[in-house]
């Protein structure tokens, strides 16, 4: 592996059964009306988009963190209701490095007044083995950075 790119959600910005499809295990999973009325009934507190001044306090505390622990990112892209990354494998476990980048992004931004959640739980990951399969998914993100 030479690499991987992780996305993570926004509280409540894209719950299972979205018409626009969801993750689930890894797996995509078509949306499903039932399935969403129950997670929004599921929901504990307000769903979370990121305005430019938040997504830019989220997007630093990636960058610091990344540059911290050693990591290369390749791409990131901070959106209203998700985040993508692109970044080279590290001395740390995918799943530690996530946890690191939601946490210090969540902390940044109470720092700056958040009060509540911030992250739904999980992240997707998808391997880039070759170099077309991580120079697709940088293109990927880079896409959703000029959005």
Known sequence: MIGYMVTWTTYGSWLPGDERDYVKSGKTLPG???????SQARQKSATVKLDVRQKAIVRQAI???GERIGQTIEALAVCTNHVHIVARPCRESIEA???????????????????????????????????????????????????
């Not at 499903?32 to 129950?38: G, H, Q, R």
């Not at 911030?118 to 990951?125: E, I, L, M, N, S």
């Not at 991580?134 to 959005?147: F, M």
């Open 97 to 147: 490095i996530v946890s690191r980048y939601k946490n210090k992004a969540m902390f940044a931004l109470r720092v700056q007044g958040h009060v509540g959640r911030v992250w739904t739980r999980g992240f997707d990951k998808r391997f880039c083995f070759d170099q077309k399969s991580l120079h697709d998914r940088v293109e990927y993100v880079k896409r959703h950075e000029r959005a």
């Open 32 to 38: 499903n009306p039932k399935i969403l009325k129950a």
């Open 63 to 65: 960058l610091d963190e």
